[in-house]
């Protein structure tokens, strides 16, 4: 008897591969492949998430996230009626896929854009289309001649992951202003907090535009160290919340989720220092690799691009000798990237030890 068929596009989807966490013959790694946070969580999080916990795992949680979508509005000035939670920023991608997308449609996205988002087109069928970038930038121009009478949803990631760069607010106002008005401008803005730039707006503001076509989602898994709590948030038209909430897991962020993100989400002081460890050691790693030969993508996360003038076959040497020393980063020819290696911003002895290593390579 021949399997049962899936839906279509099923079958297209690669699917995601995590960073590796471990190394045969290691007791400890340092592991800098997944963009987590250096610093982890506040205190006040996980105090929290144990208070929660202590509180009764029998009973379920808040199924609208009520307190935490009242947490987050407060610190960001937005409308808890306009804000919905779920099971990290990915899951909201996905129920936006499932809610505006389906046989014969297509979905934009750019060519280094998260890997995740062709797997979220293919699972409801609908076709990916992928644009041309322009120095490993976004290409505003690129997206909008790519539109057609089918598509359907434009994701956008602002930083871009792993590349690191971002669209100016003018830029993705140009972007959204050249759209269909029936077509979904999705700005996924993981890495918002980093940014360091006059110029970036996450997107709140597009939002408000009055023609309910765009929303931004947001995620507790990066700056504020939560990414085994998978907590995600998007602020959104009430009209395509209402679609995503009629599609969602009832109860899809656990009480100690919610509780820890509550409390995360109110330690701005925690935030402001991930912030400045990070915006210390990524220019401080960027300038070490280009000293030892490498080219770096400007980068506005908690990460960084780096690519290898020997190309594929450098990278892979390097990815293995950091490896035989206990360090993990992140290949990238997934992306199309096989001459580069992503590297996570560590603490700062995990970040020496890498620049000690890798000169090590390169010697």
Not at 46 to 60: E, F, I, M, P, R
Not at 199 to 218: C, P, Q, S
Not at 245 to 262: E, K, L, P
């Amino acid at each position: 008897m021949a399997p049962i068929a899936p839906r279509n596009g099923i079958l297209n989807i690669i699917p995601y591969k995590a960073g590796d966490a471990k190394i045969e013959g290691f007791d400890r790694v340092i592991k800098l492949a997944s963009n987590e946070s250096p610093l982890g969580p506040s205190p006040a999080a996980v105090d929290a998430a144990k208070l929660a916990a202590d509180s009764g795992l029998q009973l379920y949680p808040d199924p609208s996230c009520g307190a935490l979508r009242a947490a987050i509005g407060e610190v960001h000035g937005l409308d808890p009626e306009r804000i919905i939670c779920s099971s990290g920023s990915e899951e909201l991608l996905h129920l936006l896929a499932k809610g505006y997308a389906t046989d014969g449609d297509e979905v934009i996205f750019c060519q280094y854009g998260f890997i995740a988002y062709p797997i979220t087109i293919h699972a409801v069928g609908a076709t990916p289309i992928m644009v041309p970038e322009d120095n490993y930038t976004a290409n505003v121009d690129a997206i909008l001649a790519a539109q057609t009478d089918r598509t359907k949803i434009v994701n956008l990631a602002n930083p871009n992951n792993p590349t690191g760069t971002y669209l100016a607010e003018n830029e993705v106002r140009r972007l959204r202003d050249g759209l269909r008005d029936d077509i979904l401008l999705v700005l996924d803005a993981a890495y918002a907090e980093y940014v360091d730039c006059g110029d970036y707006d996450a997107g709140f503001k597009l939002v408000d535009n009055g023609l309910e076509n765009t929303i931004v989602t947001r995620t507790f898994s990066k700056i504020y160290g939560l990414a085994g709590a998978r907590v995600g948030w998007a602020y959104g038209p009430v009209s395509v919340l209402d679609i995503l909430n009629r599609i969602r897991g009832t109860f899809n962020v656990t009480a100690m989720s919610q509780a820890a993100a509550t409390a995360a989400v109110r330690d701005q002081d925690h935030v402001a220092k991930a912030k400045a460890h990070n915006l210390t050691w990524v220019p401080k790693i960027s300038k070490a690799l280009e000293e030892m030969g490498m080219k770096v993508t400007p980068s506005h996360g908690n990460f960084i691009l780096a690519h290898f003038a020997g190309g594929p076959a450098q990278a892979s040497a390097a990815d293995s000798f950091l490896r035989s020393k206990g360090i993990i980063l992140r290949p990238v020819g997934n992306y199309d990237l096989a001459g580069a290696l992503r590297i996570t911003i560590g603490t700062a002895e995990e970040n020496e030890a890498l620049l000690t290593e890798m000169a090590a390579f390169f010697a």
